[in-house]
Every structure is written in C-alpha cells, then in structure tokens.
C-alpha cells in the first residue's frame, strides 16, 4: 500500500496536542507524497495544516476504524501506538468503566478510585476453570492463568505487580492471594488460606502509609510466595521484604503520615488494657504530627486497629508478645517526645532525669533509665590506649535519637514478618508456588534521592526481565506456527543497568566511599563525574556539581548526592543497642541480638536503609578481609534483588501494570498526560512496539474466512478449503507478501494491514449500500412524483374556488364597514361632548367646596385661640395661690419645732428620775408574765413529743414563777435598793438562758424526730410506689405478651397459607444442602479410609484402625431398632453386643448417650449443691442451738404467730410463684413463636426483671417489719423520757414488772434502726405505775421475734428459689457461652459455611428435641411392644405344638404303612416372601447391588432389585427377626453409598439406582401399615404389608440417601453439559450468517475456533439431554423427579450462559441476540415434544430470554429506556447496565450505546431492590421433592431372572 492509499480524504489521524497529548483529526484532502502540509480537520470543525518533515517524512499516526476501539487486548488494534493504547485505555475506562485491558502477556489495571462489585466469590467462581482469553480482563483472569499454568505444566509462577504509589498494587497483589486461597483452599483444617489473607492487614499496619498520591501506599516491598500441594492445595506461604522506608518512622511531609501502627494505637490508648503505654492522642506525639494529618476520611484507625490484633491471634502472636509489640511501638512514640537541652558551649547536650516521655520509653522497654539519659548526649570514643566518653552537639544527638527509632522499629519490622512467615510456614512438602510480587515502580520527584535511586534500579531489573520475557513468547509463536522469523530488535537497558551494579559502577563506589573515614557526598558525586562522564546513560548537570542524572529505560532522572553516604551506612551508636540488649523484656532483648547468618534476600530494609545495620563504635575493629566487612545498603538490596530476579527467571511469569488515572483520587477521571507517563515507564508501549515490530494481527482461517467473506468472489466459494480460500484472496487483495505469513492454524499480518482490509470491506459494504440505497431511491421518487401531481390538481381545483368565494365575501364586508364607520363616528362625537360637560360641573363643584371649608377654618381658629387664653389665666391664679399657702406651711413648723424642743427637754429631766424606773420594773414583771404564758403554751402543743423535755420545761416554769415571787416581795420590800435589783436581773438572765436552752434541746429532738418520721414515711411511700410500679410493669408486660401473641397469631394466620410453600422449599433446599454436605464429608472419610488401608498395609509401624469415622456418625440410621431399646441402659448394651464399628452407624443411640450423660451430669451438679445446702443448714442450726439455749418458754406462743404468719406468706409467695410461671410460660410461647435468638433474649430478660421484682417485693415486707419495730421502742422511748422527768423521780416506783431482767440482745435489736437518746435509765418500772406499758414492751418484743423469725422462714425459702433460678441461669449461661463460642467459630468461616453450619447446628438442636419427644413416646410403646412380642411368642410356641403333635401323628402313619407310596406335594401360592440364611446376606449384596450392571436387567421389570429387596423384609418382618431387618437394610444402603462411589461419574449407573432407592422407599411407604399410604392398595397388596417392624426411621434414611444420589445425577449430569454451553449457546451459528467476527489480540479464546475440537452446536446439547431422558424412562424413575432433573439442568444452561455473556465484550451484539433466541426456542420446543414444559424449566430461561432482547432492542431515545425497563424485569439493573457498557457493534453501521443512554436507564432503576449479586450462582440446586409413587404390581407377580444369580434365595 502506498502513501497516498493510506492518507486518503476521510481518513482519521492523531497529532499532538499539549493539554490531551493526542488529538484526533481528519484529512480533507488526499495526501500526495512531497508534500510539506497535510490539511486536517478537527473533532471542533476547525481547519488545520499540519507540516510534515521532509526529510524524516514522519506523518501522523493513522487512527484505528471505530470498530476496533475499546477491545480489551490492546494488541487486537490494527495500528499500535501510543495514541491508539492511550485512546483504547480511556474509552474504556470512561465510557465502559473497565479498569482493566489485556496489552499482549500485560493486564493493565487503572485504578477507579471506588469500590467494584467485581471481587465477589461469584465472580471467582466465574473465572476459575476458563482460560484466560474466553472473558473479560481481570486480576481473577491472571491469577486463573498462573494457576493453571502449575498445574498443568509443573512449574512455578509469579505475578509481578508493579506501578507507581497510589495505582493500586497493594490492593491487586491483596485480590489476587485471595482467590489463590479461595480456589486452591487447604484439603486440612489447619485453614491456612486464612491466615495468607490475614497476615495483609498486619502488613499493611506496619508497612503502609498515607502520602501524597496515597491514602494506604506500601512503603516496602514484598514478595509472597504461596505453597501448594501435588493436589494444588495451598500448604503454606512465605514473605519476602524489601527496602522499607526507614526515615517515614521520624520524618514526614506536609499531609503525610506516619505508618498506620502507631494511629491505630493511639486511638485504641483508652482501653483498658494499654494505659500502662501513657499514650494520648496522635497530635501529642512528635514523630507522628509532622505532616499535620493525623487522620484520613473514612478510615476509623479503632477499628483497623481491632483487625489487626485479631489477625496477630489469627496468626497465634500470643497475647503476651501483642502487648510487647504495642509497648515496643508506644515506646517509639516516646522517644520522639523526648526534650534535649542544649548547653551555652553548644557543643554538649543534657536530658531532664524528670523528662516524662524517657521515663515511659524506659519502662516500656525494660531498660535502665540513667544509662539511657547518659548514652542519648553520649557517645564512647575507643583508641588503642584508652577510652573517651564524648558529649555531643544538639544536631548530633537529635540524629541518634532518630537512628535509633529507626533501628528499633526495622528490628520489630523484622520480628513479625519473621513470625508472620513461622505462622504460614508448613512442615508437608512443597510441590510449587506461586510468587506474588507487589513492588514500587519506577518514581521521579523534584528531589531524588538514595531511596529513588534503589527503586529505580530495581524496575531495570525487572524491566530486562519483562523484555527478554515478552521477546521470547514472540519466537516461540512465530515457530509454533512454522514461520520463518528474523530477529526483532528491542531495547536492551544492560548498560543502564552495567552503570549501577557493575564494577566500579555507582553502587561500588559508593560503597567504598562510605569505608574512606572522612568520606563525603561531594567526594563520592566527583568521582562519579570521573568515572562515567564518557558513558550514554550518565550526565552531569550544567548548574550542580553535587547532582547526576541517570537515563532510565523510562526518563531521566536527576539525583542529588545528599545524604547518600548517610543512608547507606544507616549508622546506629553501639552503647544504646548494648542498653537494649540487656532488656528485661526478653523480646526486646531478641530484637537486638547480633544475627550472625542473615539472608539477604529477606531482610527488609529502610527505604534507603536495611534490617542489617553497622553499629559504629569508636573502636577500631582488627583488619579482616573484605568479605567479613558489615555491608552496606546498598550490597545488601542489590544481593537481595539479585536473589529475586533469580527466583523470577526459574518462574513463569505474569505481569499487571497497575496505572494511577489522576493524581486528585477523583472516581473515574482519566488524566491522559499522567497517564502515558505511567505508561512509558512501566513497559506496556514497549510490549507494543515489540509486536509491532513482527506480526500484530493474528487471525485463523475461519475467523478471517467469516469477517472477509464478502470481498471473495463467487467463483472463489466453490472450494471447501478454507485456507487455499484465504490464501488466494490475500495474494489478490495484498501485493507486498512481506506483509503477511500464512501460518500453521493463524494468519499474520504486520501492523495496518488488517485495517487496510477493513478498509477494503466497509468500501465494498459501501458500494452494494449505495446500489440499495440507488434503487430505493429512484422507486420512491416515483412513487412520491405521482402521489404529488394528483395532489397539485386537487389542490388547483380547489384553489380557485375558494378564490372566488373570497371575493364575494370581500365585496360584502366592505359595504359593511362603511355602515359601521359612519355610526362608530356619530357615536364617538357625542361621547366626547357628554365628557367635556361632566368635566365642567365637576370643576365647579370642587371650586364653591374649597371657599366655604377656608371660611369655616377661620373661625375655628379663633375659638381655639380663645379658649387657650381662658385655661392660661386660671393657671397663673392657682400658682400664685400655692405660694402663699407654702409660706404660711413654713411658719407654722417654725413655731411647732420650738415647742417640741422644750418638751424634749422636760421629757428627759423626767426620765432621770426613780419614779421612771420603778415604772419600767412593772413592765419587765408584765414581760416575764407574758413569757411564762407562752412557755406553757408551747409546752402543750409539744407535749406530744416527749415528757422528758415537758417535765424539764414545768420544773423550770416553777422555779421562774418561785423566783419572780421572790422578786416582787424584795421589790416591795426594797424599793430603793439598786443591788438587789441588778441581782435580780443576773438571776432572770441565768434562767433565760437555760430557758433558751431547754428550747435549743426540744428543737434538737422534735427535729430529729421529724426527720426520722419523715424519712421512713418518704421511704415507705417510695417502695410502696416502686412496687405498684412494678407490679404494673407486669401487668402491662403480661398483657403486651397476650397482645402480642394474638396479633401475631392473627398476622401469623393470614399470612400462613402464602408462606407455607416457600417456607416449605427453603427447609428442604438446607436440609437436602445438608445431606449434600454430609455426603460430601462421608466421601472424605472413605478417601482417608482407603488412604489408611493402604498406609496399613505397607511395612513398618502401624497405627490401629479406627472404629468408626465421625462423620458416619452424624448419619440418622436407626440401626438398632427402638422396639428393643426403650432406654439408654438398653442402648448401652445394644452397643456392646453389636460392636463400635456398627454401632457409630446409629445416630439416635449416640444422641441418646450423650443426652444421657449430659442429664447424669446435671443430677450429679445438682445433688452436690443439695448436699452443700444441707451441711450449711445442719451448722447452721448447730450454732442456733448453741446460741438460743439461754431463751425462755415462750416457745408455744412464738409458734402458734410464726404458723400463723408463715400461712399467709406462703400464699403471698405461691400467688407470686404462680405469676412467675405465667411469665416463663408466655416467655416460651413468645420464644416458639418468633423463633429467633434475639426474642430468647428478650425473654430472659423479662424472667430476670420479674424476678428482680420479686426480690423487690420481699425487701419492702422486711422494710414494713423493720419500720414497725421501730415506731414501737420510738413509741417506748417517749413514754421513758416523760416519766423520768416527774418531780418525785427519785421515788422507785414498785410494779409486778419493775424488776423483770432485760435481754441486752433484745434490747439492742429492738433500738436497731432509731436514733440513740441521751436517757441511761437501766430499770423499766418508771414507765407506768402499773406495769401496763411493760407488759405491752414485752409482747410486741415476742411479736417482733415471731416476724423475724417468720422473715427467716421466707428468706431461707426465698433463697432456695434463688438457687435453683441461679442453677437454671448458669444453665442457660452456659448455653449462650456455647452458642458465643460457636459464633466466634463461625465468623472466622466464608459465607457459605456459616450458612451451612448454622443449619446444621439448628438441625442438631431439633434432634435433641425429637429425641426427647422419641423418648417419651418408647417409654409408651415399650410396654405394649413388649406385651404384643410376648403374645406372638406364645402364639408362636402353641402353632409349633400344634404343628409337632400333627407330625407325630403322620409319623405313626408313616409307621403303620408296609408299602412305598409315593406322594404327591401339593403346591402353596407364593406369598410375596422371600427367604434366605443369614449367611447368604453378602452374596445377597454383592449380586443385588455391588456387581449389578443395569444392562443385565434390560427387559425385565424397571426398579426390580427394589422389590426382591422389600420381599427379604417382609420375610424377616413376617418370622419377626429384627436384627435381619436392621442388617439388610444397613448392608443395602452401605452397597448403594460404594457403588455409587466407584462410579461417581456414571450416568447410567446414578439414574438407576436413584430409581431403585425410590422404589424401595415407596414399597416401605406403600406396605407400611399406615393408611395414608394404602388408599390406592388393591387388598391383595394389603395382605404384602409389614406386621412386626415400624420402618419410619429408615424410610428417612432412604429418603436422604435418594437426595445424595439425586444430587450427584445432577453434578454428572452437569459437568457433561457445561463443556457445551458456552460454545452452543453462544458461539455457534445456529443461524448462518449472521455473526461477523472482530479482530482478535494476543489473548486468543480457547472456543473460538469453530472447527476445533472444542466446538459444540445446539444438536450436541439436545443430543445428551435426549440419552439422559431416555436412560431416566427406561430405567422407571419417576416422572417428577425427572422433571426437576431438568429443571436443574436448564437453569444451570440460563446461569453459565448469562454469566459468560456478562464476562465477555465479544459476544454482546445485535447478532448474538438473535442466535439466542433461537437457541431458546428451541429448548423450548425440545421440551415440549418430551412433555416436560410444566416442570418449570423454561421459566429458569427468563434472564437468558431478556438478555437476548436487550440485546436486539433499540438503545438510543428515552423510549427505548423505559422498554427496555419494562421488558427485562428478569435481569438486576446491574446486569442490564453492564450488558449495555459491553454492547459492541460488529461493523461500521451500528451504533455504541451512549452514556447518556446508559445514564438513563439507571436512574429509571434505581427504584428497583435488586440484589447487589451481578453473576448466577450456576452451582445453586432447587430442593428436590419425592412425590409418593406407589406401585400397581403384586410382589407375587415378580419373577426373579437367573441372570442375577439368586438361586439361594427361597421363595415363601
């Protein structure tokens, strides 16, 4: 093809662009050659010349045709270069939201920055099994290629994943180690998949943190290599770490953080068990707070902080190493917090001994606090002669402090990745591994330095690695394919990679640098500028002399030299290492130990550091050769790399580019210049220039014979050879042959000329379009040339008419007008006249009104101003008369003033007289008077208080009254004597005051008095309330519980008969999951049975067989028949006689020993505690004894009141007893009802409250008892103190009472509770003259004990209930323990087996329950069972006598006879019996079921060894042998369980004994005796029913052996369709001519080739289903079981075809959809001519029949979006979202689906509830039913063939 060919007018091409780095354009003129000018046209309609270089005539970048874009393997585009990669990437991930591309042996992976639902088990499921080209690109895809890749080549795998920080590594390398562990699960338990995935959060806690570009950007890097097995089962896992980022522990940038360890551990500071690390808020730490982010949105660091430790248990890092690991990471924390002081020299430094944040890094670490504060401002200097200890500047010391932080957090790092590696590390053998390498790609910054230097030269390596990878594939296709190849030439970075590690590169010289003792970054950049000035890949800046640039494969990178030398040596001071060494802690201690041997290859270094650190010590160690030298940094990472590029190369490789879109983290922005940096640098346009360089576009025969079709002729069609076809249209269409090879299966074509061809194609589509389009064309102008000229003379004839009427009507309106014009005129001059004259009076009117209102406000003014001068005048009248009136006010007080004065003057001459004082003394006598009055009023109204302070108060009344007798006879005496006066006064002061006094004390007690009363009635009152509250509390919760249980019995009602379908399918979809599981289980024991057999057999020690497998004995078989086992003692010696290995076969005896022993157990708890009680009782009463011998008679008394009072209590305590019940019984019904853990613990709640109120309530009765007792001696205590205050209280008053002895006992606990008062009276005789109040004490003193005693009573009974409540609450404790731990064991399982477990663990607590019910109903039946075995063995033993006595008659005869008769036997009817000798039962077995073939019963009666089975029971039921019954029927299921084991995939075989299990359990159903089964019998099918045995229990044996028969039909039977459907259903023409096949890259599909041995059409499909329904007819299964069978089978076709459709961009088109709904009715059609369209297959169809409309529906206006909405209801808006993003056009004249489109029909959706699922579980399987089927045939009517060799058996 020539220049011109190519650009040619209409032709798409890229040129650059400085915003978008492409841009798109197209020609507009045909291109000639020597042009200098190209005219484009752009996207924006602008007109462009573009210049074109002459002498490199380098023209612009061809675009791709429309049809090729967004394929998911970059190498299917027919022009590869970048703008086309760039393009394709971002149509893609814009438009289509694929994040990832195929780019040959690349998966290229574009972060979205949102969550995907892509990652589910669903979808690896999907991907697992499928080669790597049949479906979209995906992580999954990768992991499936290397998986199988070591599995069927026997050689180790690697992932490499490599991209810049913040693409997305981490979390590809962490989806990728998931479903290695998801697919390749371990075959033990030791669940070490599990701890794989656990051990990426504790990496990413201590090896992640959040940068610029990267929220959780891994500062490492890290190789995990993952075990497999010979069976490709994961054994174990190792890690290897590189280059951790040492300097982030003690310096980060602006919005950086730290590591996420310590955030997390600061946020969990509150809790308990860290406040021993003193640790606070990230802001209080130095080394985290630098970059001013402490925390990231949408990260909860508490609660990451919680799955790491639970990974560390995960792992077994015991609890003990945790808490030193955290204390190790606090301790860091801490010592960047420490304050060093520098001293005035500056050249010295001191640390404050009382500086907190040492004392906590001490303690912490477990090391001596002086010695740490002398080494951090220390540092030891050591010659040959002795030993300096020199200070350090503050610089200096600072710098330690950070290496030392440094040091200790990489040692940790070390430890746990080395107990990480322990945890994963597996003693088995280890087949292969695949490696997954999660490194950092290549980075470039405006400073680089030692850390970027390392990264960079690691991706050379790996990038050398993946070129001379890449370059092989390409031979070895080029000679698979038999094509003769030249070497293609690709870029080598060897010499780049020569310039860093080779000798006397950077690395070297650097390192000897870093040994000169004064070596500097200067120095070391000099010598690189002598050294490598000369070479390619090395220049020196122009504007630096401590800078050199590097030419990377990927750009060029400028580094500055310093710190280089620093970071290589990564010095630590050896006195603080020694400090650390001699920890307490013995962790700490090993963290620091010298490791004599350590491997390069898993050390992990600091970014720009190493786990292996040079500790510099001051003395000069002995000269050693250079190999024993502590190496550097820099040997150590290039040792390591160098190990792992070996690992790489014995390794298969697989490659994921991950690309960073945008640098602000925004969802699904494309930044294209970010973009292609990224990919430049990370290889991927290299992997396309290499194949550039070859042949790109590879095709078969078939593919290209179906696309280009249309440009052979029609002569060239007659040949059946394909390719002599495509060889001839080639040479015909292409003239250059270098431009294609003609391979072996393939086609080669160098780049462009498959759009060359295209270009071809769409020109001859083009050409027959515009012939179409020609003839259309003219014929509907015709057609439209006619239809107009008829419509033209209608439309004239009716035009002139109609101009005609139009004049008439225009000569009529005229002469109209005018007649309106003259009366319109008329009419408008006489209005305008009327308006002139209206305006006129109006005026005037308003004129004549202005005059009159201006006269009448003038005389309102001066009648205002009038009045004004009235009201003024009078105002100056009446002030002039208030002054007046002032003045004569003023005299008058004047002269009053006088007057008062001069008689103040005599007033107080007066009051210096006697007569005034004798006056004030008869008042002071009316005052006291008066006080003493009110005194004795007090006295009465507080008398019934105390008589205590009555008395106190009348004795001084008296006295006060003696005295002021006294006083009145002195003052009449001595009226002038003064001195007797003033000692009057003294005296009446005196008695004043202890009259205060006596009140102070009577307030004293009425106060306290008051108090008390009050505070007893408040408390009274509160509990009386509290207990009606709660009492209330009841009765609203008891009938809450009775509403409740009658609505939901209502709603339960409605609703029952809508539910009790599903509900019914979904028990026995889990139950039937169950025997599925159980199946599955039981098969796993008998591979390690066989397993074991084999391991016995071969010499040496052996171990002794197991009995019996665990797993056998969660079966249900009822082995021992429960007519003879009614209890556990039967059970017991049931077992012993048959021996363990039959006796783990019976379930329910298992069960039953266990509930036995459990129940024993409980007894012997509950008699231990009874015994306790009774020994507490027994010293108890001992010390009753010992203590009441000194108590008097009054016994009887005390009796007679506590029998008395007991009675009441007890119906008090029955009636709450009886409440309580009600409460539990409602609780329970509530508990059944609801059935759901959380209502039992809300009942148990509700148990606890009632009894609390109980409790309650007993309280409140001491309370009452109490607060009686003490209003009795309060009561006493008044009494006591009144009468001790009488006047004659020293007189002994003698009473019957007054000498009895008071108990000091009684005495105190009748004063318990009161406040003690002051009396200390010792007799009790002065309380009442005749004894009455003491005999009154002494009763209620008797009462009081008879209510303790009764309170005892029924505390002690009280205390009983609470023992056995407690009892059933640590009952029920230990149950929901149980239930917590098997939780906590099941949250560590996946989501199915949580779902399974649960359902068997429900299943187990039903067992129970039926157990204990099957208990109960044996105890009934055993007597009767008895009784009727002993009847029929008496009639037995009387038919034997009978029998014996008539053969000793025929005997006699036979004597008495001389001669030989012969006699003839007379022949019985065959009852339908079958008899055979017990030892017959193995061959029985073996010719019945082990060695039966269903061949040799071809012809004879379907489903016959079912009946010859049955007709042995009935022979063993009817002689009532039920051990042979037991026997028959575990040998028949246990031949069943191995032949179906040794033909797992035999079709034949499965159905055939499904039908006969089925049979049998039907004839069991159909003879059983019950009459729900026997209402189709004949009654000579009634006469075969069973007499002795209830075979109930094996009928559900049966039933569950059918389910796991049925279960594995439907796994044969799909895993012989799933090969075909993806190929039939999708892929195959059904309907010819209709698909047209796209391009294809380097990912080939492994079904695309039609006429390989993979290919299936529909007819295969229909084919199998035929044989399979044919082999179920012929061998009699039921018609309903098959009906589901292929029910099962068409769903699994709609999920694997739907799921495949959903994962593959090339089959979502226009044409796939019609060849589905083809294929679809034609399955359709199948079924109904088998009669199988009522068993609900072809509504599975439903998704698949949508996803096919979708794909034929028109996708453009909203119409069509609310079409599609209602049409595809059978498909989540997901799937229908993502059919339409993987719509793909097949030619040039259809249309992508837009985004808008797109955008429309989600938001029409997003009302629906879809689930979040977007794949079928294809493996899902509907719960079978076995409908009752009984037979028609008569077990007399069966005759047994000879071929089945059954001569044995006898028939009866």
């Not at 070996?646 to 697989?654: F, I, Q, R």
């Not at 509290?1026 to 209502?1050: G, R, V």
């Not at 001696?1273 to 008053?1293: C, F, L, W, Y």
């Not at 069991?1564 to 009634?1582: A, R, V």
């Amino acid at each position: 093809m020539s220049v011109s060919e190519l650009y040619s007018q209409f032709t798409r091409v890229w040129i650059p662009d400085p915003d978008e780095v492409w841009r798109s354009a197209e020609i507009v003129k045909d291109y000639k050659d020597g042009e200098k000018v190209l005219h484009l046209k752009l996207e924006d309609e602008t007109i462009q010349e573009y210049p074109i270089d002459l002498n490199s005539n380098q023209l612009p970048f061809l675009r791709n045709p429309d049809i090729l874009v967004g394929e998911n393997d970059l190498t299917a585009l027919s022009y590869l270069h970048e703008p086309a990669v760039l393009h394709n990437l971002k149509v893609r991930f814009l438009e289509s939201n694929h994040i990832y591309t195929y780019c040959g042996i690349v998966l290229v992976a574009i972060n979205p920055y949102e969550q995907l639902p892509i990652y589910g088990q669903d979808v690896i499921y999907a991907y697992s099994g499928q080669n790597m080209g049949d479906i979209d690109p995906h992580i999954f895809a990768v992991a499936e290629e290397a998986y199988k890749q070591m599995a069927r080549d026997e050689k180790n795998q690697s992932i490499i994943v490599s991209g810049e920080s913040g693409a997305g590594k981490t979390v590809s390398a962490k989806y990728a180690m998931r479903y290695f562990a998801t697919v390749g699960g371990s075959a033990s338990e030791t669940n070490i998949e599990e701890k794989v995935l656990a051990s990426s959060p504790i990496m990413e806690a201590i090896g992640n943190a959040k940068t610029t570009r990267n929220d959780n950007s891994s500062r490492f890097g890290k190789y995990i290599q993952i075990g497999f097995d010979k069976k490709h089962h994961i054994i174990g896992a190792n890690m290897r770490t590189y280059l951790l980022e040492k300097s982030r522990v003690v310096f980060q940038a602006d919005e950086e953080r730290n590591y996420h360890i310590f955030y997390q551990l600061c946020a969990a500071a509150s809790l308990p068990e860290f406040k021993e690390l003193a640790l606070t808020c990230a802001e209080d730490f130095f080394y985290v707070s630098q970059g001013r982010e402490t925390s990231i949105d949408g990260v909860d660091d508490a609660e990451d902080f919680e799955k790491t430790r639970q990974a560390f248990t995960l792992l077994g890092v015991r609890e003990s190493h945790q808490i030193s690991i955290f204390k190790i990471i606090a301790s860091i924390l801490h010592l960047g917090n420490v304050e060093i002081q520098a001293e005035r020299d500056g050249e010295s430094c001191s640390i404050s001994p009382e500086d907190e944040h040492l004392r906590n890094f001490c303690t912490l670490l477990g090391v001596e606090h002086n010695q740490m504060q002398h080494w951090l401002c220390h540092r030891k200097l050591v010659t040959t002669s002795e030993t300096y200890v020199k200070t350090m500047s503050l610089q200096q010391v600072v710098n330690a402090r950070n290496a030392l932080a440094k040091h200790i957090y990489a040692q940790l790092f070390n430890w746990i990745v080395g107990h990480v590696n322990k945890a994963l590390h597996t003693n088995l053998k280890q087949h292969s591994f695949i490696g997954v390498l999660d490194i950092y790609g290549f980075e470039t910054f405006e400073v680089n330095s030692f850390e970027q230097f390392c990264i960079n030269y690691a991706n050379e390596k790996l990038q050398q690695q993946f070129n001379w990878h890449v370059f092989k594939l390409e031979q070895e296709e080029y000679m698979k394919e038999q094509i003769p190849w030249t070497l293609i030439d690709f870029y080598d970075n060897q010499p780049c990679i020569d310039l860093i590690e080779a000798k006397l590169g950077i690395l070297d010289l650097l390192d000897e640098e870093c040994k000169v003792p004064k070596g500097t970054d200067q120095n070391w950049a000099q010598k690189l500028y002598d050294r490598h000035s000369s070479s390619q890949h090395f220049q020196k800046p122009r504007m630096s002399n401590i800078s050199f640039i590097v030419l990377h494969f990927a750009d060029k990178v400028e580094y500055h030299s310093d710190g280089f030398l620093e970071k290589n040596r990564d010095t630590v001071y050896e006195e603080q290492i020694n400090i650390l060494k001699a920890s307490k802690f013995p962790l700490v201690a090993d963290l620091f130990q010298d490791d004599k041997e350590t491997v390069p290859a898993t050390s992990s270094s600091g970014k720009g550091t190493s786990s292996k650190i040079n500790v510099r010590s001051a003395r000069p160690p002995i000269k050693a050769a250079n190999k024993e030298h502590k190496k550097t940094v820099g040997h150590q990472f290039r040792t390591s790399l160098n190990l792992l590029m070996e690992t790489l190369n014995a390794t298969t490789p697989h490659y994921v580019r991950c690309i960073k879109p945008n640098d602000e983290k925004l969802p699904f922005h494309f930044d294209p210049k970010r973009a292609v940096q990224q990919l430049r640098a990370c290889g991927v346009l290299e992997t396309i220039r290499i194949s550039a360089a070859g042949y790109p576009s590879r095709w078969t025969y078939h593919d290209f014979f179906n696309r280009y079709r249309v440009l052979i002729k029609k002569r060239e069609l007659s040949n059946t050879d394909k390719k002599v076809i495509c060889k001839n249209v080639l040479e015909s269409l292409i003239k250059d042959p270098d431009a294609f090879q003609f391979g072996r299966t393939k086609i080669f074509f160098r780049a462009g000329q498959v759009a060359y061809l295209e270009k071809l194609r769409a020109d001859k589509v083009r050409a027959a379009t515009i012939m179409i389009q020609k003839t259309v064309r003219g014929w509907l102008q015709k057609v439209k040339y006619r239809r107009l000229r008829g419509a033209t003379l209608t439309l004239q004839r009716h035009t002139r008419g109609y101009l005609a009427r139009r004049l008439a009507e225009h000569l009529r309106k005229t002469k109209a007008a005018i007649v309106i014009q003259k009366q319109y005129r008329m009419q408008m001059v006489r209005q305008a006249y009327k308006r002139i004259y209206r305006a006129t009076v109006t005026i005037q009117a308003f004129t004549r009104g202005m005059f009159v209102r201006r006269a009448y406000r003038q005389i309102l003014l001066e009648h205002k101003v009038t009045k004004i001068q009235k009201h003024a005048r009078g105002w100056m009248a009446r002030r002039r008369f208030l002054q007046f009136r002032r003045a004569a006010i003023v005299i008058q007080c004047a002269f009053r003033r006088l007057k008062a004065k001069r008689e103040l003057k005599a007033l107080k001459i007066e009051a210096r007289s006697a007569e005034h004082l004798k006056r004030l003394n008869v008042g002071m006598e009316n005052k006291v008077v008066q006080l003493q009055r009110k005194i004795d009023d007090q006295n009465k109204e507080f008398k019934s208080l105390t008589e205590q302070l009555s008395t106190v108060t009348s004795a001084h009344n008296m006295e006060v009254e003696k005295l002021k007798k006294e006083l009145i006879k002195y003052q009449q005496s001595q009226d002038g004597d003064d001195s007797q006066r003033l000692s009057l006064q003294e005296e009446i002061e005196s008695l004043r005051a202890e009259l205060q006094k006596a009140h102070s004390e009577r307030k004293i007690l009425e106060d306290i008095h008051s108090q008390e009363k009050d505070e007893l009635t408040k408390r009274v009152l509160d509990l009386e309330q509290e207990n009606a509250l709660l009492k209330d509390e009841k009765e609203m919760l008891n009938n809450q519980i009775l509403c409740q249980s009658k609505d939901e019995f209502a709603k339960n009602s409605v609703k029952e008969n809508l539910l009790m379908k599903k509900e019914l399918e979904e028990e026995r979809s889990r139950y039937q999951n169950l025997v599925k599981e159980y199946s599955r289980l039981e098969q796993s024991y008998d591979n390690l049975r066989d397993e074991m057999t084999i391991i016995r057999q071969t010499p040496g020690h052996r171990r002794n067989p197991s009995n019996q497998s665990s797993l056998e004995s969660d079966s249900n078989y009822p082995s021992v028949s429960t007519s003879e086992i009614g209890d556990t003692e039967d059970a017991i010696q049931q077992v012993e006689e048959m021996g363990l290995e039959k006796a783990a076969m019976d379930m329910s005896v298992f069960l039953k020993l266990q509930k036995r022993v459990r129940e024993l157990e409980q007894e012997r708890k509950k008699l231990q505690t009874q015994l306790e009680k009774k020994e507490q009782q027994e010293s108890k009463k001992v010390q009753v004894v010992e203590t009441n011998n000194g108590i008097d008679a009054d016994q009887d008394a005390d009796l007679a009141y506590n029998s008395l009072k007991r009675q009441e209590l007890e119906s008090e305590n029955k009636k709450l007893k009886n409440e309580l019940n009600e409460l539990r019984k409602a609780v329970a019904d509530q508990a059944t009802q609801n059935n759901s853990t959380h209502d039992a613990q809300d009942s148990y709640t509700l148990l606890l409250n009632q009894l609390k109120s109980a409790n309650e309530e007993l309280e409140v009765r001491k309370e009452e008892v109490l607060i009686l007792r003490t209003q009795i001696v309060s009561a006493d205590q008044r009494k006591h103190a009144g009468r001790s205050m009488e006047p004659n209280i020293n007189a002994r008053t003698s009473w019957p009472n007054s000498e009895k002895h008071v108990d000091q006992e009684d005495a105190i606990e009748a004063y318990h509770g009161v406040c003690q008062t002051n009396s200390k009276t010792e007799d009790w005789g002065y309380l009442n003259e005749d004894g009455e109040l003491g005999l009154a004490y002494q009763g209620l003193k008797q009462v009081a004990r008879l209510l303790e005693a009764q309170l005892q009573a029924q505390s002690r009974e009280h205390e009983e209930e609470m023992e056995s409540l407690r009892s059933q609450i640590e009952t029920l404790k230990e149950e929901m323990d149980k239930q917590q731990q098997t939780f906590c064991q099941t949250l560590l399982l996946s989501p199915e087996a949580q779902v399974e477990f649960g359902v068997q663990q429900e299943i187990s607590r039903l067992t129970n329950e039926n157990l204990d019910l099957k208990e109960l109903v044996e105890k009934l039946e055993k007597n009767e069972k008895k009784l009727k075995k002993q009847l029929k063995i008496y009639m037995k033993k009387v038919q034997d006598l009978e029998a014996a006595q008539a053969l000793a008659q025929s005997e006699r005869k036979r004597n008495e006879l001389t001669r030989q008769v012969t006699v003839q036997r007379k022949e019985k009817d065959f009852q339908g019996m079958l008899e055979y000798y017990k030892e017959d039962e193995p061959l029985l077995i073996r010719n019945l079921v082990t060695d039966l073939k269903p061949q040799t019963l071809s012809g004879t009666v379907p489903c016959l060894p079912a009946y010859i089975l049955y007709m042995c029971i009935r022979h063993a039921d009817y002689v009532n042998d039920d051990l042979k019954v037991h026997s028959l029927l575990t040998s028949t299921i246990n031949g069943i369980k191995k032949v179906l084991k040794k033909h797992n995939e035999d079709f034949e075989m499965t159905s055939f004994w499904l039908s006969n299990t089925c049979r049998l359990l039907h004839c069991l159903k159909q003879y059983s005796g019950d009459e729900g089964f026997m209402t189709q019998n004949t009654p000579k099918q009634n006469e075969h029913c069973l007499k002795n045995f209830d075979l109930t229990e094996y009928r559900q044996v049966l039933s569950d052996l059918s389910i796991q028969i049925y279960q594995q039909l439907i796994k044969i039977a799909e895993g012989m369709l799933q090969p075909m459907i993806v190929s039939a259903m999708l892929e195959n023409e059904s309907i010819q001519g209709l698909s047209g096949v796209k391009p294809t890259g380097y990912r080939k599909r492994s079904s695309s080739m039609v006429d390989g041995e993979n290919s299936y059409s529909l007819d295969a499909i229909i084919r199998q289903m035929n044989s399979f329904h044919s082999v179920m007819c012929d061998q009699g299964l039921d018609p309903e079981i098959i009906q589901q069978v292929f029910k099962q089978l068409f769903y699994m076709i709609n999920a694997v075809a739907l799921n495949n459709l959903l994962l593959r961009k090339d089959v979502c088109s226009w044409s796939t959809g019609m060849q589905l709904r083809y294929n679809i009715s034609q399955l359709e059609e199948w079924l109904r001519g088998k009669n199988l369209h009522q068993s609900g297959a072809a509504e599975t169809m439903e998704p698949l029949i949508h996803a096919a409309q979708l794909l034929q529906l028109k996708k453009k206006t909203p119409e069509d979006a609310e079409a599609i909405c209602t049409l595809c209801t059978s498909l989540s808006t997901q799937q229908i979202v993502k059919i339409l993003n993987l719509y793909t056009p097949l030619n040039e004249f259809e249309e992508r689906v837009t985004v808008a489109f797109i955008r429309t029909i989600q938001a029409q959706l997003q009302d629906r509830n879809d689930p979040q699922q977007l794949l079928l579980d294809f493996k899902h399987m509907f719960p079978v039913l076995f409908p009752f089927n009984p037979s028609s045939l008569t077990m007399d009517s069966i005759h047994i063939p000879a071929a089945l060799n059954l001569e044995f058996l006898n028939e009866v």
